[in-house]
């Protein structure tokens, strides 16, 4: 079935380090790719998404590419903020199906 | 434009008791989906509906747990009985059929605790 694997947290940067949260998935058709972000003590954001090969989904200074032949959806930052702390998701969702698949998670912590 | 809301915020409540949590999912959305999120076991899918109806509920733990979408801006979550390990934040997400393309949003999340 279809899976979504994260790099185990927590990450831990100082402020303006460079952020990489690695992201690889499995799955049968061609799915939509996303990264959601979890701030303490509130729901799911989406923060990003590509819906196909190539794409690249950005927003917030975050930047994400769908690699397919790699299978994968790292996502990135040049510069981290102390309020970028919070819990990353990656997810999928296959073609023709409504549930997402949620990665694990990846904390990050950002000092100043 | 609002987004899914949820209530209550918090619910604490004793086992045995019975627990309702309810979610309004952004208007115009045909899905909507329930998920548990613990620290032991992370986000998981309970259950989801389409134009009210629901898909796939095998993610339910057991009958205790029951949800219900009486038409499309409404839905609830029911626990009867309440358990001590039923102790989790509860998200409602809603999304629009697109294929696949369309993200889900998440309503803010009901905290409960059962003592």
């Known amino acids: 079935g279809d899976s979504v694997t994260q790099m185990e947290g927590p990450v831990t940067l100082s402020e303006e380090a460079f952020l990489t949260i690695n992201c690889t998935y499995t799955a049968t058709g061609y799915p939509s790719l996303f990264w959601y972000v979890q701030y303490p003590g509130e729901g799911l954001q989406l923060l990003l998404k590509a819906t196909k090969a190539d794409d690249k989904g950005s927003n917030k200074g975050f930047e994400a590419t769908y690699r397919k032949e790699t299978t994968s959806f790292h996502l990135e930052k040049g510069s981290v903020q102390v309020s970028d702390s919070a819990v990353y998701f990656c997810a999928l969702r296959d073609t023709g199906f409504q549930k997402l698949v949620f990665g694990t998670g990846t904390r990050l912590l950002v000092s100043p | 434009d609002a987004g899914v809301i949820q209530s209550p915020r918090h619910e604490v409540t004793e086992m045995g008791q019975e627990v309702t949590l309810r979610c309004k999912p952004i208007s115009g959305h045909d899905y909507l989906f329930w998920y548990r999120q613990t620290m032991m076991r992370g986000l998981e899918l309970l259950i989801y509906f389409n134009n009210n109806v629901p898909i796939d509920d095998s993610g339910m733990p057991e009958d205790r747990f029951s949800a219900k979408m009486p038409n499309a801006s409404f839905s609830t979550l029911k626990i009867q009985p309440s358990e001590p390990r039923d102790s989790a934040v509860y998200f409602c997400?809603?999304?629009?059929?697109?294929?696949?393309?369309?993200?889900?949003?998440f309503g803010p999340g009901t905290r409960l605790t059962v003592t």
């Open positions: 997400a809603s999304s629009f059929t697109d294929r696949g393309r369309k993200a889900q949003y």
